[in-house]
């Protein structure tokens, strides 16, 4: 592939995810501004948020994040220099060794919830009804992890071949089911939360059903092969282990603000959730996408031994990426400043020194 097509086909695959990437953010959009209107911001939705964020924690660590970092480009080095049979076989060894990781760890989050709950939001436990609430949705959703994270290892697989929207898209399954869970389901419940823990989970097992039609249309549904002696599993592991503490370090801040958050009234973390959700907006919509895109044609650069071409990709993709972001970076900003200015609602509302 020439470096002109290199870089249309890295353009093509951001903008591919971005646009798929946006409209589950939308609909994510929606999904909050739906939960907020029926629930608000109540102790009950800050039990509903920290339960949420368990799985979620666990998920940055071990699914979506590490998978990416680790699997994507020992897949691809093994398609490239080895071809697709040796590449299925690696893929099903990895698959075998998930089913047995994500199995383990999903039993142990739900039997050990209250060790959980106590450990991340440990100002629950003076409110035995929250703390009850919390631990009954951590084994609800708990399982989401088992779902995410096979969700995310099929991701990998079309990724490597260069197949970029639907994984892009399966979120929005999630967004659907709790939409329809909080419309149709939740008020046949004693306690509506649940149904939205419910929803949880089954949107992560919709999040693989969605990638499954493209897998087989690639050819690479794959049954689990436990190998666990396969150079390319050893090989992920030891990737593995870097990318998750990668991944912790931007975690800790997290863990320490749900801490902190689980001692404020009620409501704060729901408050908190919200506002992360506009933080990362952005980054999801033009950080991942790129990331998401531009990594398989680095690893194939690497396994091929092309350094030049690996730096130019690298490089294109880094332009590209500020082209994009920088004026984002200026909008979001203009913009914030414009909506919190005192003039926009009045000085009554802001006593004391302006901000400006």
């Known amino acids: 592939m020439g470096k002109t097509d290199d870089r249309r086909s890295v353009a093509k695959a951001a903008g591919q995810i971005s646009i798929a990437t946006s409209g589950s953010r939308i609909l994510g959009f929606i999904r909050d501004i739906l939960l907020a209107k029926i629930f608000g911001a109540t102790g009950l939705t800050d039990a509903f948020f920290i339960a949420y964020r368990i799985p979620n924690l666990f998920r940055e660590l071990f699914a979506e994040g590490s998978m990416s970092a680790a699997f994507v480009p020992v897949f691809t080095e093994t398609l490239t220099k080895e071809g697709r049979e040796n590449a299925r076989k690696l893929a099903s060894a990895v698959l075998a060794f998930l089913l047995l990781v994500l199995s383990a760890l999903s039993t142990l989050g739900i039997l050990f919830a ?10 629950f436990i003076s409110s035995p009804e929250k ?173 091929n031994g092309d350094n030049d071409a690996l730096r130019d990709t690298f490089s294109f993709s880094l332009r590209l990426l500020f082209f994009i972001t920088l004026p984002a970076y200026f909008f979001f900003f203009i913009t914030a400043a414009f909506l919190y200015h005192p003039a926009c609602y009045g000085r009554a509302n802001y006593p004391g020194r302006s901000y400006y």
Do not use: C, D, W
Not at 231 to 250: D, T
């Open 114 to 123: 209250p060790l959980i709950v106590s450990a991340i939001a440990p100002g």
């Open 131 to 303: 703390f009850s609430l919390t631990v009954k949705l951590t084994r609800i959703m708990f399982p989401f992890l088992f779902f995410i994270s096979l969700a995310a290892f099929a991701k990998g697989i079309l990724n490597s071949l260069k197949q970029f929207f639907i994984p892009a898209l399966a979120p929005i399954f999630l967004n659907l089911a709790i939409i329809s869970s909080a419309l149709l389901a939740a008020p046949h419940f004693t306690q509506p939360l649940l149904a939205i823990g419910l929803a949880v989970s089954i949107g992560g097992a919709l999040q693989i059903a969605i990638q499954v039609p493209s897998l087989l249309k690639e050819r690479f549904m794959v049954r689990p092969s436990l190998i666990l002696n396969h150079p390319g599993l050893r090989k992920i592991l030891k990737l593995l282990l870097p990318a998750i503490i990668g991944m912790g370090v931007a975690q800790i801040n997290i863990f320490v603000s749900t801490i902190f958050v689980s001692y404020l009234s009620g409501g704060a973390a729901t408050y908190l959730y919200y506002a992360m959700r506009f933080v990362h907006l952005p980054i999801g919509i033009f950080g991942v996408a790129m990331a998401t895109a531009v990594l398989p044609s680095l690893s194939e650069h690497a396994a």
